[in-house]
């Protein structure tokens, strides 16, 4: 056991493997100064039902804007993030940002939609998650049916009950809960009986294929069917084309994002859209 032990730990410092840390370290430390520094941002990519013209939420996603590399991709630093605490700082100053646009867009004016933003399990799990969520809210003077949380359905099977508890505490906040990613997590279905959920994501790699295969196809509405008979709303992510957008809306779907009706945006083009939006949701309500 010693000896096996004595391997492993002699793996860790192979040359290749020296180079990975020494790489994921790095950039680690990066994204610390990228906190400091000011180097992230958020684009908004809007959630629209039915067609272009009614936007009922926008979705926050995270942008580096690296001084040598340019643009790094979320799916290369996120994943890196999560490994460690980071991922907290990373995702209060997400809500923190979201939030503080959120009360700038009321203080011009506009009709404001809610805004989500993803949370990792490492961080929804944490003591300070709903303590901060609820503090930024007070402090930007916004009630919480301006927030939605999109969580993966991986981060459900770590901690259910602790899951649990900070999702009601959510919902005690009129907080919206969405599982993202739907369908790729390989979870039981138990869990959406167990939790205040309000919205399933259908994940893109089903939206993708849908109408071209058969299984795609059926996912998708075996998705929706299961959504609607839980009274859950759907949103497919991903939508591409009027192909993808017709068929969906013949499955029940109701809220649509992707390429094909908006891409994610930076907040100045936000403004505009949601200023474009006024009056469908005046109507509306
Ligand atoms: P996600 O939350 O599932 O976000 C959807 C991703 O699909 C976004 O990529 C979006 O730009 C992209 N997308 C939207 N519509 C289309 C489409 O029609 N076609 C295609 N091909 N792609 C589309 P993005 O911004 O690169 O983010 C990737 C992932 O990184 C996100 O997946 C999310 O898991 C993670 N992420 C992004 N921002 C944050 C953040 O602030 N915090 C955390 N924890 N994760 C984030
Ligand atoms: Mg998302
Ligand atoms: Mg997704
Ligand atoms: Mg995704």
Redesign the pocket.
């Given at each position: 056991c010693a000896k096996q032990k004595g391997r492993d730990n002699a793996q860790v410092f192979a040359p290749e493997m020296a180079s990975v840390v020494v790489k994921k370290f790095g950039l680690e430390q990066e994204m610390h100064e990228a906190l400091e520094l000011g180097q992230f941002s958020?684009?908004y990519?809007p959630k629209v039902w039915g067609d272009k013209s009614h936007i009922i939420g926008l979705?926050?996603?995270?942008?580096w804007h690296h001084p040598v590399k340019g643009r790094v991709?979320?799916?290369d630093f996120?994943p890196i993030?999560?490994e460690s605490n980071l991922?907290t700082k990373?995702?209060e100053w997400?809500i923190d940002e979201a939030l503080k646009q959120q009360n700038r867009w009321r203080k011009i004016g506009l009709k404001l939609v809610p805004v989500a933003?993803?949370?990792?399990g490492r961080?929804l799990i944490h003591d300070d998650f709903v303590p901060y969520i609820s503090g930024k809210l007070k402090a930007y003077e916004l009630s919480g049916a301006l927030l939605e949380i999109?969580i993966?359905e991986g981060v459900l099977l770590q901690d259910i009950e602790r899951c649990i508890a900070v999702m009601k505490a959510l919902k005690a906040l009129n907080i919206t809960i969405s599982v993202?990613?739907f369908g790729t997590g390989y979870s039981s279905l138990s869990y959406l009986k167990r939790l205040p959920i309000d919205v399933l994501?259908i994940?893109?790699s089903f939206v993708?294929e849908c109408g071209k295969h058969t299984e795609d196809t059926t996912i998708c509405e075996t998705i929706i069917h299961l959504a609607r008979n839980l009274k859950l709303v759907t949103i497919a992510?991903?939508?591409?084309t009027q192909e993808q957008a017709e068929l969906l809306n013949q499955m029940g779907c109701q809220v649509y994002?992707?390429?094909?009706f908006y891409?994610?945006m930076p907040s100045s083009e936000a403004a505009t859209l949601l200023h474009e939006n006024l009056s469908f949701h005046k109507v509306s309500q």
């Open positions: 958020l684009e990519q979705e926050a996603l995270i942008r991709s979320p799916v996120i993030a999560e991922i990373i995702g997400v933003v993803n949370i990792s961080h999109e993966t993202d990613d994501k994940d893109q993708d992510e991903g939508v591409e994002q992707g390429y094909y891409r994610p």
